[in-house]
């Protein structure tokens, strides 16, 4: 017989897709956070010692053109799937394309670098967004697991992340960064061999399109993915020959005003040409701020990998003994402390909540990016330390990293909270896409910070102090800011409770 989804408990409670989901979504974070975690590292170190060689402010732009791009092709990862494969095959193919992307970049050959990050951010961005969908799909409309199941989700990215920053890390420091992407390809394997042994247990979810389309849509679809591809082939075939030269640098610039553009655009467009109501309007201006927010904490929070990444690397001591610490270990305390303060932060908001002294989504945004900076400020003294000739001891970036959680933890989940809840109904999934676009935005914006002012001929101190400036003045104005767009945040409030009154006849 089979078990209906809705009466499904065999993980834990809740349906047994959610294994499948949360496996896949673990080992493919592993792949992900594994090579993310020796990028900036790999491209720094010269050719002698197995890496590229390549300047830090290039290394910085790379980093921030990649991982803006691995957020931004989630956007046509969940068209596709909607209009052309289903989110089932989304993710299988997402999945080989990632795998195939850490196999290139295993082989010992420059040549073929950028051809797998190139394959990387392709994969990723049908895995991420489909994977993340289908995981509400496995709930009906009221049911109560729905919140937990994410929960339980979010941890499998956390498990993943760590798994991958001390494997390929402890790789990449003893033996051979090659290796190490070996090994994220290796974690990919795993994720879709048990995705696919266990994909019956999702029952269909997702198996289809959901957006119907006629024959030539179709056929007019798959001929621009291929156009698309096309041209990516021949830029990339151009580039590797050396025919067309891309100063990657301000090509990072570039597209960190495009992508920003777009977002303006688009969310102009919603505002003037929506047909909103005032209330709409108010909510979405609320909304605004907080996409403002998001962009600029992850400018700085996205520092992680670059310039974090290199301070372990060239300015902390890291040996204990006759043991040297993995620089990469220490991309795994973000994920470690989230573990452990998560249950924390969901019964403070809770207990506040009772108590009626729930802040605002403004409210929490701000003391988020205000924290992060916070962590920036530590950062600025032990550059200051290590300007001296010193390495310092890993505490500073211990305490950073503790930090920076913190504030993700006060805004990351509440922005998306507030996105749902801001978003006029109709344009909910326009505008879950326009916020992904901030990540887009800010991990671009951190690659460009990190290249301007902590690049060859900078003091790394002057980075950290220009995100405390650049951050703290946000926070401050959108504290300030967040009395009165609180007032609009609670139209939602009226809005849902004015659905549940008799309709009078």
Known sequence: MTTKISNDTSFFGHPGGLQTLFFTEMWERMSYYGMRALLVIFMMISIEEQGLGFSKDNAYAIYGLYTGAVYFMGLSGGWIADRLLGGQRAVWYGGIIIMLGHIVLAIPSNNTFFIGLILVVLGTGLLKPNISAMVGQLY??????????????????????????????????????????????????????????????????????????????????????????????????????????????????????????????????????????????????????????????????????????????????????????????????????????????????????????????????????????????????????????????????????FLHTVGELCLSPVALSAVSKLSPKRFAGQMMGLFVLTYSIGNVIAGVLAGAFGGEESEVSELFLNIVVFAGGVGIVVLVLSRLTKKWEELADKEHKDEDLPVSR
């Open 140 to 401: 009906g409309e009221k049911d109560a697991r729905r919140d937990s199941g994410y929960t339980i989700y979010y941890m499998g990215i956390n498990l993943g992340s760590i798994i991958g920053n001390i494997g390929c890390g402890y790789l990449a420091a003893n033996y051979d960064y090659h290796l190490a992407f070996g090994l994220a390809a290796i974690g990919m394997a795993i994720g879709l061999i048990q995705y696919k042994i266990t994909q019956p247990k999702l029952h269909g979810i997702s198996s289809a399109p959901t957006v119907e389309m006629s024959k030539a849509g179709v056929q007019r679809s798959w001929l621009a993915v291929i156009a698309f591809l096309i041209a990516l082939v021949i830029v990339t075939a151009l580039t590797s020959l050396g025919i067309l030269v891309i100063d990657v640098v301000a090509v990072a610039t570039y597209v960190a005003y495009i992508f920003t553009a777009i977002f303006c655009l688009y969310y102009a467009s919603i505002y003037f040409m929506g047909n909103l109501t005032g209330d709409e309007k108010k909510r979405l201006i609320a909304l605004l701020l907080i996409c403002i927010v998001s962009a600029c904490f992850w400018a700085g929070f996205e520092q992680a990998g670059s310039s974090l990444n290199v301070f372990a690397f060239e300015n902390t001591q890291r040996m204990i003994g006759d043991f040297e610490i993995p620089t990469a270990w220490f991309q795994s305390l973000n994920s470690i402390f989230i573990i452990t303060l998560s249950p924390f932060f969901a019964v403070l908001w809770i207990k506040l909540g009772q108590r009626m002294m729930d802040p605002s989504y403004g409210l929490k945004c701000a003391l988020g990016i205000l924290i992060m900076a916070s962590g920036f400020i530590v950062m600025f003294f032990a550059a200051q330390l290590a300007a001296s000739g010193l390495k310092v001891a890993p505490y500073w970036l211990v305490a950073t990293y």
